[in-house]
């Protein structure tokens, strides 16, 4: 069974740009979420998505997008960005919306605007 | 509104002892669910215990155990015989219940350092 990934693992861009992060659910995983976590803190839901549908989403502007793929793949683009934008981004993929299973968390991605 | 609290920003713990990782929790639902992740430096999280709002018995997996205790709203974890592998940072997060379209929005507390010193 493969865990969740996710690419790149680390990203260095410039304020103003655009970026998209890459995650691979864990095998049989329809739903996938994504996080922000900045240095020392608690991970900061961005939002969810199952069966290709964003179903929930946290406290994030609307440069924050995401997409999910036929496969259960997913992507978040973050599009004008901020040096505020600078922290560890979590995928976690979990068996179905709504249920009590735990989430599977991929490595992550650095990301740093500068 | 949910919220987690961890109000114990760093531990240290002797190599062998046990150590309690205290979590305190807010949420109007009746139904929710309680977790445990490690997070090593290398920063993937990693799903230790779960705990759900109407299971009677505390959940156990192996050297981790919850102490749930519904009417103090705290969910606190216990590690037994640390080892120098358990460094690392715990966060206790909360799974409120769905919402129309099936989502359980998930809310983490901001964790705590633990150092198991030989």
């Known amino acids: 069974e493969t865990g969740v990934t996710q690419s790149p693992t680390h990203l260095i861009k410039t304020r103003g740009q655009q970026v998209t992060l890459r995650c691979s659910s864990q095998?049989?995983?329809?739903?996938v979420s994504w996080y922000q976590q900045a240095l020392g803190q608690g991970p900061q839901f961005i939002f969810q998505y199952y069966r290709e549908e964003e179903n929930g989403r946290g406290n994030f502007p609307p440069r924050f997008s995401g997409l999910q793929f036929p496969n259960y793949s997913s992507e978040l683009n973050v599009n004008a960005l901020e040096l505020d934008d600078s922290a560890l981004y979590l995928c976690a993929s979990s068996p179905l919306a709504g249920g009590t299973y735990e989430q599977y968390f991929g490595p992550g991605t650095r990301l740093t605007v500068t | 509104a949910q919220k987690i609290t961890q109000t114990q920003p760093g531990m240290f713990v002797q190599e062998k002892e046990a150590v309690t990782l205290d979590c305190t929790y807010d949420?109007?639902?009746?139904?929710?669910?309680l977790f445990w992740y490690k997070q090593p430096s290398s920063g993937e999280m990693i799903f230790l215990i779960y705990q759900g709002s109407y299971d009677e018995q505390n959940a156990t997996e192996g050297r981790y155990s919850l102490n749930f205790q519904k009417a103090r709203k705290s969910a606190n974890l216990v590690i037994s015989a640390s080892q120098l592998g358990d460094s690392a940072m715990y966060f206790c997060?909360?799974?409120?219940?769905?919402?129309?379209?099936?989502?359980?929005?998930?809310?983490f507390g901001t964790g705590t350092k633990l150092q198991v010193i030989p």
């Open positions: 997060a909360m799974r409120a219940r769905p919402n129309s379209g099936g989502y359980q929005k998930v809310t």
């Open positions: 949420t109007s639902d009746q139904s929710y669910g």
């Open positions: 095998s049989g995983h329809n739903t």
